[in-house]
């Protein structure tokens, strides 16, 4: 227990020092084994602001991409509900305005997996990357698209589909789209000399990146999935409706450097040099993470769950960013890993 201790202390270190050298104003660690709390750890302020709130366990942080994991479960709901029929159905079945030239031969997998192949230019016209399936790249149109869909086929958006299906169940409190401001809001960072952003939305439907969660929900969020649905002696979701979320749906690709996905999550089968989770990491892990610096990580093989939080957009290294987000992985696989040899 000692060991893991030293070792956890080394892992707050690291996530420290990399909020200080990306000028991250908030920071947050949370981590769950055999589902018990093994690490809280909260430091700095909502931004760098004077008289910035600092950073306390409700603490609601903007997790900006990571919303896809929530959107990712809704899609697998809808599959389950026989709202879609398969992952394999054409985009165009269910929205046939869409220019079907354009979309040809994309399905629903493909948008789910960022294999797609679609994207938009400076002026928001529709253009093809690459066939769909045959490559990766990452693109938020398949996130609107899929957004559009969870819509139509039950007439409410996806953020109150899963609060009337799954937050409300578990008592999810500091989990929503926000669009009014409040005292456990954290702001979002850009540059250190300018002026922080609210990160709120002016909708809560979905279609905006105003999700804020707080580190103990985030990680509540990834042990829904490592206990396939099951939370407080309930089956709250159906196990296989997580199953397909989190395994690897995307098909093989010829570049061997791109990553897995599931529906939205990375997902590791073999290691990916383009992955964003390190190669000791265990397969069958899955993880997510957004551009303002929140990382979820789920090891179902070492009962872990771990939830990052930063407030500033981009993460650390530039163009080298792959490798500390592989880092940090890879270093959350050896604290566990380390502490289960005989």
């Not at 690459?130 to 958006?157: D, M, P, S």
């Not at 953020?159 to 578990?170: A, G, M």
């Not at 089968?269 to 989770?277: C, I, L, N, T």
Request: hydrophobic fraction near 35%; proline fraction near 4%; glycine fraction near 10%.
């Amino acid at each position: 227990m000692k060991e893991i201790e030293h070792r956890a202390e080394e892992l707050i270190s690291w996530v420290e020092d990399i909020k200080e050298k990306n000028g991250s104003s908030a920071g947050a660690l949370y981590i769950l084994k055999n589902n018990h709390v093994i690490v809280e750890h909260y430091s700095g302020h909502h931004s760098h602001g004077e008289g910035a709130r600092n950073v306390q366990a409700d603490s609601q942080f903007n997790v900006a991409s990571a919303r896809k994991s929530y959107l990712g479960l809704a899609v697998s709901l809808a599959l389950f509900d026989k709202c879609i029929e398969s992952l394999d159905d054409p985009i165009s079945k269910y929205m046939p305005e869409l220019d079907p030239e354009m979309v040809k031969g994309t399905t629903i997998r493909h948008l789910a997996t960022h294999s797609h192949g679609l994207h938009i230019d400076e002026k928001g016209n529709w253009y093809r990357e690459f066939k769909a399936g045959t490559g990766w790249a990452y693109r938020n149109i398949g996130v609107e698209i899929l957004t559009e869909l969870i819509q139509r086929c039950y007439g409410k958006g996806f953020p109150q589909l899963l609060d009337e299906r799954i937050f409300s169940r578990i008592g999810l409190e500091e989990t929503g789209w926000r669009t009014e401001s409040a005292a456990n809001l954290v702001n979002i960072i850009g540059e250190v000399t300018e002026p922080s952003l609210s990160g709120l939305g002016t909708t809560n439907d979905g279609k905006e990146k105003n999700l804020f969660v707080s580190a103990r929900e985030f990680a509540l969020w990834g042990q829904l999935h490592l206990q396939k649905g099951r939370m407080k002696g309930e089956q709250v979701v159906p196990p296989q409706v997580i199953e397909l979320s989190t395994s690897i749906q995307n098909g093989a690709y010829i570049d061997e450097s791109l990553p897995d996905n599931g529906l939205f999550w990375y997902v590791q089968g073999d290691a990916r040099a383009r992955s964003e989770m390190g190669e000791r990491v265990p397969r069958d892990s899955y993880q997510i993470l957004g551009v303002t610096g929140p990382t979820l990580l789920v090891i179902p093989s070492l009962n872990v769950v771990v939830a990052k939080m930063y407030n500033k957009r981009y993460n650390y290294g530039g163009e080298n960013y792959l490798h500390y987000l592989r880092e940090f992985s890879n270093k959350v696989a050896d604290l566990f890993m380390g502490s289960e040899q005989p």
